[in-house]
């Protein structure tokens, strides 16, 4: 029968324990460096939604005055597909000039979404508003002098 010596088991000239603690840093950095990771993602998330919600607030309250106008234009030229050929309540004419100026709502419609992807500065928004807020005065009057002509 063979003989163990006790002693050997619990020699402390053994460097397991350097092990252990070099395994053990490995899986702290390794944690740290996730843990980084996963902050920094949910940062850019949170600020890309405040971001685009901003963005959206603004290209709404932009565009819903414009797109009222261009409701209205709509609802003119939607009168003579309501009524018969014998009952047209709009004339060519008429309807020619209800085009022209939808057409140009669309423009400016457009011209206003691309500018608005580019301000970022509150003074450059309050112009581009107060740029709408004039065209969407000139578009108004211009389709009481068309409406009020002749229907």
Same mark, same amino acid.
């Given at each position: 029968?063979?003989?163990?010596?006790?002693?050997?088991?619990?020699?402390? *000239?053994?460097?397991?324990?350097?092990?252990?603690?070099?395994?053990?840093?490995?899986?702290?950095?390794?944690?740290?460096? *996730?843990?980084?990771?996963?902050?920094?993602?949910?940062?850019?998330?949170?600020?890309?939604?405040?971001?685009?919600? !901003?963005?959206?607030?603004?290209?709404?309250?932009?565009?819903?005055?414009?797109?009222?106008?261009?409701?209205?234009?709509?609802?003119?030229?939607?009168?003579?597909?309501?009524?018969?050929? *014998?009952? !047209? !309540?709009?004339?060519?004419?008429?309807?020619? !000039?209800?085009?022209?100026?939808?057409? *140009?709502?669309?423009?400016?419609?457009?011209?206003?979404?691309?500018?608005?992807?580019?301000?970022?500065?509150?003074?450059?928004?309050?112009?581009?508003?107060?740029?709408?807020?004039?065209?969407?005065?000139?578009?108004?009057?211009?389709?009481?002098?068309?409406?009020?002509?002749?229907?």
């Amino acid at each position: 029968m063979a003989s163990f010596d006790v002693e050997d088991i619990f020699d402390q *000239d053994i460097p397991d324990v350097g092990t252990g603690s070099k395994e053990v840093e490995k899986q702290k950095t390794n944690l740290q460096k *996730d843990g980084f990771r996963a902050g920094l993602s949910a940062g850019q998330e949170e600020e890309l939604q405040t971001g685009f919600n !901003k963005a959206f607030s603004l290209a709404v309250t932009l565009l819903q005055k414009v797109s009222t106008v261009r409701g209205q234009i709509c609802a003119y030229l939607s009168l003579n597909h309501i009524y018969r050929d *014998d009952q !047209k !309540k709009i004339t060519e004419d008429t309807q020619k !000039k209800l085009e022209d100026l939808l057409q *140009d709502v669309q423009t400016f419609e457009h011209t206003c979404l691309s500018a608005s992807e580019t301000v970022l500065e509150d003074v450059k928004f309050r112009e581009l508003e107060r740029e709408v807020e004039q065209k969407v005065k000139e578009f108004g009057s211009q389709l009481c002098q068309i409406t009020q002509q002749r229907l």
